[in-house]
């Protein structure tokens, strides 16, 4: 492999690690507050459908996106109704909202575009466009540098940005604000939150819509940056795999970030080394596609070591009185 091709493979692995970071630190939200949410993926669907029909129809990029973030909070609001004010189980109401959004996007696709549950492909202003950076074209060729700064570093989505961004920003809320100490306290001993007087369930409910306005924005990438409209299931198990790196990384930002990166490798190169040839034997395609997935497999099962979850997640918290 030369140079410019691992330029290549690690760009590609910076366009796929993004909306699996971003719905990693969306259930590193909900999951530090007590509040586990097997939905990311029902999220994720929801906002990229919705982001991308708004996009289509108004032709406004950013439209579409708010809109994605919506869908997102709305189901977000379900899931804590569910788990936070009526106290049901945590896991079946995220199962729940995965079959939902599955169902409800292709039959609304179904029904406004008549495109058997896809969206028109969206183009221009419906779109959004890569960031120059300053100075990417002038050093693109100087040796070394100019490859990383101009092909790596420059040339992505706003969101893309956003989502690195994120990382420093939710280690800074969590361990350096007193909404962080409070949100992680919340998952830990929710009594003792509510005895020094703060609203267990105000804080739930904010973690639960931090949750959803992260999936938005992931879902909202899928449709609208990383690829070009939305199709049938097109999160493709990314919320899962999001949930899976969660747990690798041990609910801590920037391990999740790592973790992240790892799985978007295995997708880039799975997706530029297909049937690669090992002199003995050929590997398939389908196994490098696999990849990804056999990873997760292999972390629920423990061999990256014991990850403890927060004390109080999944269990619903009732009032002293």
């Not at 509510?194 to 938005?216: E, F, K, P």
Request: glycine share 12%; with cysteine.
């Amino acid at each position: 492999m030369d140079f410019l091709t691992l330029i290549q493979v690690l760009d590609s692995t910076v366009r796929l690690a993004t909306p699996l970071l971003l719905a990693c630190l969306a259930g590193l939200f909900s999951e530090r507050a007590g509040i586990f949410d097997i939905g990311l993926e029902g999220k994720m669907l929801a906002a990229a459908f919705f982001s991308a029909a708004v996009a289509s129809i108004t032709g406004d990029v950013w439209m579409g996106l708010g809109a994605g973030i919506l869908a997102s909070i709305a189901l977000s609001v379900v899931h804590g109704l569910a788990s936070i004010t009526f106290r049901g189980n945590q896991l079946i109401s995220g199962v729940a909202i995965n079959f939902l959004a599955a169902g409800l996007t292709v039959l609304i696709a179904q029904d406004w575009f008549s495109q058997g549950g896809r969206t028109p492909s969206l183009i221009g202003a419906g779109r959004f466009e890569p960031v120059i950076l300053p100075g990417a074209e002038t050093l693109a060729g100087v040796p070394l540098l100019g490859p990383i700064y101009s092909e790596l570093i420059s040339g992505h989505s706003i969101l893309v940005y956003f989502g690195f961004l994120m990382v420093p920003l939710t280690w800074w809320l969590l361990y350096r604000t007193r909404f962080g100490l409070r949100l992680r306290a919340v998952g830990e001993a929710p009594e003792a939150v509510d005895t020094a007087g703060i609203s267990v369930v105000g804080l739930r409910y904010m973690a639960v819509g931090i949750c959803g306005i992260l999936c938005g924005v992931a879902g909202a990438y899928l449709a609208t940056a990383l690829q070009a409209g939305f199709v049938k299931d097109m999160t493709a198990g990314r919320g899962f795999i999001a949930l899976a790196a969660l747990i690798f990384a041990k609910w801590r930002p920037w391990y999740a970030l790592y973790a992240c990166l790892l799985f978007g490798l295995l997708q880039a190169v799975a997706l530029r080394y297909q049937n690669i040839d090992l002199g003995v034997f050929v590997v398939p395609v389908q196994v490098m596609d696999a990849l990804p997935y056999i990873l997760t497999v292999v972390i629920l099962a423990g061999f990256v070591g014991k990850a403890i979850p927060p004390r109080a997640g999944g269990e619903p918290y009732v009032k002293e009185r």
